[in-house]
């Protein structure tokens, strides 16, 4: 078997031009389809930015709440309730707003407040600079150091702003997981400030975030915030929810899938038609081979190894340029919302996959079709 | 008496449906014994490349029967046919059929891969026949980049690589000139043929009858003639 793929892989490779139309074709549309989920990837992380960063197990919301950027604020005694249910080891408030700054240079910018709670911080980054205690000292907040921050003109430990007419002051620069989507720069203070500072509605906690004692206890959670009116979900659920929304109420997710589909379709169409050709050329060599002794199977073998070896070599190309691409996007734009996930690996290759079995198809139909008799008759 | 190689026995093949059915063959029967050259010959259209096909197991007869070497090869399974094929019988086609994508030697090689022989092994086998057929040193030249004659004897020796007791030529002169289309006729007779071999030529071409042990000519479908050594032995019409 060794030595009939061995003449199938010389067969395809020695014809140059068609081999290179093969992975050119193959390669272009696995980049498309990698590029294009990795962007939307990208763009749901960044959508559940905070999600990751605070890195609470269980979130309690409003059930109105789609992204974690529309929060709708709870009385505080929705906190109250949750710590008083059966299997909540601790639960504290969050702040999440935007707000506008006025910067020493008199420029005003839009950023992201998160208020963490004052007694535990639940949720707090880790500092490059600085020390946490300082939050707590007066006008104290947090700054990430992310691509954004040059937007408030890079702050470092000191800086001053000016916030709804308090005064804030920079006292530590900290690091995030994941940056956010809207690019705004992001701060953090203690709830009770960030209450104080921005301007709210009648209540005031965007989320409430929970400890659970055990796994065992969270769905009973769940079904208790339920019985109040709102809604209990646990870390993951919470970026599903928000995946869900960006994919399916905004258009972006469609407008992805029409891409990565007409990748599909480009890739599918110029692989299928080269590889078409490709047996067509040599359709009476097949055809003097069934003569000579080959067997069905073994030009079925033959055919389905060259589309697949050429499907695989274009998958692992495409997939090289993308994470090519992306890395030299991010170079640029750090904050570049690109992420080549296993799942987009899964799905091109899948792809892939359909486009080496449609084009193994065509060809393997044609040459099962070719009688060595043909052969003879010209 | 040589003993008999191939014995086709009122072989009849029919073409098409209705107003355009075609009887290709009718009823034709003859026998070839080894170490002879037996010649087909007739005009286009006489039926000889579709007797030729069923001789060989390519094409299935309506009816008749085909005995080579004392098997009956029309009631082989498709796989035990496409063995024999592989290890009793070589082609040569008229358009030689050579990949232009392999080198020679992996051309005359085919065979020997098909019969699942250690890739190297085989080179070496099919440098041998590469050889003999005197075209060693083309052994790592793409086909096309040889003359017709030479790329005529890369197919013999694809066929002959895997020892076959029956070769078959399929207007082997049709694209040669006549000083080389005798070269290849002569090479045959002289370097292939042997005792254990029978070797089967379809053609037209006249200029090469000399070669011929036995020749049988057909015309329209039919058998009208066949001559040994140059003389008629019956006719039909």
Redesign the interface.
């Given at each position: 078997m060794k030595g009939i793929l061995k003449i199938a892989f010389k067969l395809l490779v020695n014809d140059k031009g068609k081999f290179a139309a093969l992975l050119m074709g193959i390669t272009f549309a696995v980049f498309l389809m990698v590029m294009m989920t990795s962007i939307f990837s990208g763009v749901l992380r960044s959508a559940s930015s905070v999600v990751i960063n605070i890195g609470a197990k269980i979130w309690v919301m409003d059930p109105a709440v789609t992204t974690v950027a529309n929060s709708i604020p709870m009385p505080e005694f929705v906190q109250d309730a949750v710590r008083s249910i059966d299997g909540v080891k601790y639960a504290v408030p969050l702040y999440s707003g935007a707000a506008t700054l006025k910067l020493t240079n008199g420029a005003y910018q839009s950023v992201t407040i998160l208020g963490l709670d004052d007694t535990s911080l639940l949720g707090r980054p880790a500092l490059l600079e600085g020390n946490i205690a300082d939050i707590f000292a007066e006008n104290g907040f947090l700054v990430v150091k992310d691509s954004e921050i040059s937007k408030l003109n890079n702050p470092h430990i000191g800086t001053t702003f000016e916030l709804n007419e308090h005064r804030g002051v920079i006292v530590g620069i900290a690091k995030v997981t994941a940056n956010g989507l809207f690019g705004m720069p992001t701060l953090y203070t203690t709830y009770n400030r960030a209450i104080q500072y921005i301007p709210t509605a009648r209540f005031t906690t965007s989320y409430v975030l929970v400890e659970p004692k055990s796994l065992e206890a969270v769905q009973h959670i769940k079904n208790e915030v339920q019985k109040m009116g709102y809604l209990a979900v646990t870390k993951e659920e919470f970026r599903e929810k928000i995946s869900t929304y960006y994919k399916f109420k905004t258009g972006l997710g469609t407008n992805i899938l029409i891409m990565t589909m007409i990748s599909f379709i480009v890739g599918l169409s110029i692989s299928g038609q080269t590889f078409y050709t490709f047996i067509l050329e040599n359709l009476d060599k097949f055809g003097a081979l069934k003569a000579i002794g080959a067997k069905s199977r073994e030009l079925i073998i033959m055919i389905v190894f060259q589309a697949g070896f050429t499907a695989l070599t274009g998958y692992g190309l495409g997939v090289g340029l993308c994470t090519l691409m992306i890395g030299l996007a991010k170079m640029r734009l750090p904050n570049y919302a690109s992420v080549v996930t296993f799942g987009n690996l899964g799905i091109a290759f899948i792809m892939v996959l359909i486009i080496a079995i449609f084009s193994s198809l065509i060809g393997v139909r044609k040459v099962l079709k070719i009688e060595p008799f043909d052969v003879f008759r010209g | 008496m040589a003993k008999t190689a191939i014995s086709a026995q009122q072989l009849v093949k029919w073409f098409g449906v209705g107003d355009a059915r075609t009887n290709a063959v009718k009823s034709a029967s003859f026998e070839a014994s080894f170490g002879e050259i037996f010649y087909l010959v007739g005009p286009s259209g006489s039926g000889k490349?579709?007797l030729?096909?069923m001789i060989?197991g390519?094409?299935k007869p309506d009816s008749g029967s085909v005995n080579i070497d004392n098997t009956d090869i029309w009631t082989l399974t498709?796989?035990e046919l496409?063995?024999?094929?592989?290890?009793r019988?070589g082609?040569v086609?008229?358009?030689y059929?050579?990949?232009p994508?392999?080198t020679t030697l992996?051309n005359v090689a085919?065979?020997l891969?098909?019969k699942?022989?250690?890739?190297d092994v085989?080179m070496q086998e099919a440098l041998k026949y590469l050889d003999i057929v005197g075209l060693k040193n083309r052994a790592q030249l793409p086909p096309f980049k040889l003359s017709g004659g030479e790329q005529q004897r890369v197919a013999i020796a694809?066929a002959i690589v895997s020892q076959p007791d029956i070769l078959i030529f399929?207007e082997p002169t049709a694209s040669l000139d006549g000083d080389t289309g005798k070269k290849i006729m002569s090479f045959i007779k002289d370097e292939i043929l042997n005792e254990h071999r029978c070797v089967l030529v379809v053609t037209h071409d006249s200029r090469i009858f000399e070669y011929a042990d036995e020749i049988m000519k057909m015309e329209d479908g039919a058998v009208t003639e066949i001559e040994i050594n140059g003389e008629a032995q019956w006719l039909l019409k």
């Amino acid at each position: 078997m060794k030595g009939i793929l061995k003449i199938a892989f010389k067969l395809l490779v020695n014809d140059k031009g068609k081999f290179a139309a093969l992975l050119m074709g193959i390669t272009f549309a696995v980049f498309l389809m990698v590029m294009m989920t990795s962007i939307f990837s990208g763009v749901l992380r960044s959508a559940s930015s905070v999600v990751i960063n605070i890195g609470a197990k269980i979130w309690v919301m409003d059930p109105a709440v789609t992204t974690v950027a529309n929060s709708i604020p709870m009385p505080e005694f929705v906190q109250d309730a949750v710590r008083s249910i059966d299997g909540v080891k601790y639960a504290v408030p969050l702040y999440s707003g935007a707000a506008t700054l006025k910067l020493t240079n008199g420029a005003y910018q839009s950023v992201t407040i998160l208020g963490l709670d004052d007694t535990s911080l639940l949720g707090r980054p880790a500092l490059l600079e600085g020390n946490i205690a300082d939050i707590f000292a007066e006008n104290g907040f947090l700054v990430v150091k992310d691509s954004e921050i040059s937007k408030l003109n890079n702050p470092h430990i000191g800086t001053t702003f000016e916030l709804n007419e308090h005064r804030g002051v920079i006292v530590g620069i900290a690091k995030v997981t994941a940056n956010g989507l809207f690019g705004m720069p992001t701060l953090y203070t203690t709830y009770n400030r960030a209450i104080q500072y921005i301007p709210t509605a009648r209540f005031t906690t965007s989320y409430v975030l929970v400890e659970p004692k055990s796994l065992e206890a969270v769905q009973h959670i769940k079904n208790e915030v339920q019985k109040m009116g709102y809604l209990a979900v646990t870390k993951e659920e919470f970026r599903e929810k928000i995946s869900t929304y960006y994919k399916f109420k905004t258009g972006l997710g469609t407008n992805i899938l029409i891409m990565t589909m007409i990748s599909f379709i480009v890739g599918l169409s110029i692989s299928g038609q080269t590889f078409y050709t490709f047996i067509l050329e040599n359709l009476d060599k097949f055809g003097a081979l069934k003569a000579i002794g080959a067997k069905s199977r073994e030009l079925i073998i033959m055919i389905v190894f060259q589309a697949g070896f050429t499907a695989l070599t274009g998958y692992g190309l495409g997939v090289g340029l993308c994470t090519l691409m992306i890395g030299l996007a991010k170079m640029r734009l750090p904050n570049y919302a690109s992420v080549v996930t296993f799942g987009n690996l899964g799905i091109a290759f899948i792809m892939v996959l359909i486009i080496a079995i449609f084009s193994s198809l065509i060809g393997v139909r044609k040459v099962l079709k070719i009688e060595p008799f043909d052969v003879f008759r010209g | 008496m040589a003993k008999t190689a191939i014995s086709a026995q009122q072989l009849v093949k029919w073409f098409g449906v209705g107003d355009a059915r075609t009887n290709a063959v009718k009823s034709a029967s003859f026998e070839a014994s080894f170490g002879e050259i037996f010649y087909l010959v007739g005009p286009s259209g006489s039926g000889k490349t579709t007797l030729l096909s069923m001789i060989s197991g390519i094409l299935k007869p309506d009816s008749g029967s085909v005995n080579i070497d004392n098997t009956d090869i029309w009631t082989l399974t498709n796989d035990e046919l496409a063995d024999f094929r592989l290890n009793r019988i070589g082609f040569v086609f008229q358009d030689y059929h050579l990949f232009p994508r392999l080198t020679t030697l992996e051309n005359v090689a085919i065979p020997l891969i098909l019969k699942k022989y250690d890739w190297d092994v085989a080179m070496q086998e099919a440098l041998k026949y590469l050889d003999i057929v005197g075209l060693k040193n083309r052994a790592q030249l793409p086909p096309f980049k040889l003359s017709g004659g030479e790329q005529q004897r890369v197919a013999i020796a694809r066929a002959i690589v895997s020892q076959p007791d029956i070769l078959i030529f399929d207007e082997p002169t049709a694209s040669l000139d006549g000083d080389t289309g005798k070269k290849i006729m002569s090479f045959i007779k002289d370097e292939i043929l042997n005792e254990h071999r029978c070797v089967l030529v379809v053609t037209h071409d006249s200029r090469i009858f000399e070669y011929a042990d036995e020749i049988m000519k057909m015309e329209d479908g039919a058998v009208t003639e066949i001559e040994i050594n140059g003389e008629a032995q019956w006719l039909l019409k």
